[in-house]
């Protein structure tokens, strides 16, 4: 059992009547895109929450959107296809607490979907919704009436999945593809994750529609081709740098909002830790490294080096220190880099050639 919160919404099965595609391993990347904008379409941004406890901050970025007459706050997240809330008939453990959808709609087909931790079980509907002052018309989406405890502790009510994949059986399930082929926007989603502890220095988060917000980067946006774009958002790392040393390389990486650490089979976690001291504890299932450790982890993505700040990776709580870098093999040999790596980048989902775009975020003044 984890010692701290931690969220990880990866999907790992979503059960639609289709098949679930395997991952490919054909691996390519490109270095810079011009970001084309065409004329008169819109660009709107979301300003996100930041969910915190008073042992953990960052743990999950969420934000507003309007379905038929109801707001509810869902969590953004890269790792998964389907937006869904909780039906007014949910009374599982899940829905304690949340806002749940009382409009009539009528069931299109139904749903199951598990993520790495939790799941939600219900059908599927279609509505109008409004996200960021921008009308989303007949979309599906999913409400569920059988939600895993794990969600009742979150400060939002369901969750909205950005993933590439398509379901042509069932109908679109990511209402910013809707946008997209709506043209009502440009095929760009980005976001720019904020630490908690900025909040005094005027940072805040922010999900971007249809474009890129400038102010939130340095230098330019480099993309990476998909590895495998049926599924997730998988891209190449080329190279793991820990404390100025090369550790493992060339490895599949999914980018994901909606997990808060970074994940990585046991056999590569083990090989970065023993680096800086790094015990793995099976009481946490998670490392203990020493308080004084100066972590200075970087990934390579396309030949460019990001480096992740220590504020981020090393977690301090009750005297003990934790590593932000977690062994899981759920994803077999695939990596999952959360929000841990992503605080420290501007992060664009490319839509239209299925690439994900890394840039440095703005360095906060003290």
């Known amino acids: 059992m984890n010692l701290l919160i931690f969220l990880t919404t990866l999907l790992t099965a979503l059960v639609l009547g ?39 901050n960052d743990i999950a970025y969420y934000g507003p959107i309007t379905i038929g007459k109801q707001q509810f706050q869902v969590m953004f997240d890269s790792g998964s296809p389907l937006l869904w809330v909780p039906a007014q008939n949910c009374s599982s453990g899940g829905c304690t607490g949340h806002t749940k959808f009382n409009q009539n709609v009528t069931a299109i087909a139904s749903f199951n979907i598990q993520y790495v931790l939790g ?9 109008d919704m409004s996200l960021a002052g921008l009308t989303v018309s007949k979309q599906r989406f ?9 969600f009742a502790a979150y400060p939002f009510d369901g969750i909205l999945g950005l993933s590439p994949r398509e379901y042509p059986n069932i109908g679109n399930l990511n209402p910013i593809k809707t946008l997209i082929n709506q043209n009502t926007i440009d095929p760009y989603v980005s976001f720019h994750l904020s630490r908690y502890d900025d909040t005094n220095k005027g940072d805040q988060g922010t999900l971007t529609l249809g474009g890129i917000d400038n102010s939130k980067f340095t230098g330019s946006i480099n993309y990476n081709n998909l590895t495998d774009s049926t599924e997730w958002w ?19 990486a999914i980018i994901d909002t909606g997990t808060t650490v970074i994940t990585a089979p046991r056999k590569d976690a083990d090989e970065i ?15 203990t490294i020493p308080c004084t450790t100066v972590f200075n982890m970087s990934l390579v993505f396309g030949g460019i080096l990001y480096q992740i700040d220590d504020r981020d990776i090393i977690i301090r709580q009750n005297g003990i220190c934790l590593s932000g870098m977690i062994p899981d093999s759920t994803i077999g040999s695939a990596w999952v880099v959360g929000d841990v790596f992503l605080k420290n980048v501007y992060t664009v989902f490319n839509y239209a050639n299925l690439s994900v775009g890394f840039a440095p975020s703005v360095k906060l003044q003290s």
């Open 18 to 56: 289709v098949k679930t595609a395997s991952i490919t391993k054909q691996q390519y990347s490109i270095p810079l895109y011009k970001h084309h904008f065409k004329a008169g379409l819109r660009r709107a941004t979301e300003q996100l929450s930041n969910y915190h406890t008073s042992g953990l």
């Open 119 to 127: 799941f939600s079980q219900g059908y599927l509907a279609e509505i």
């Open 142 to 150: 999913g409400l569920s009436y059988n939600i895993s405890s794990e």
């Open 234 to 252: 998988q891209v190449s790392i080329d190279n793991v740098m820990v404390a100025g040393k090369s550790t493992v390389q060339q490895r599949s």
């Open 273 to 287: 830790h023993s680096i800086i001291s790094g015990i793995y504890n099976p009481a946490y299932e998670m490392y």
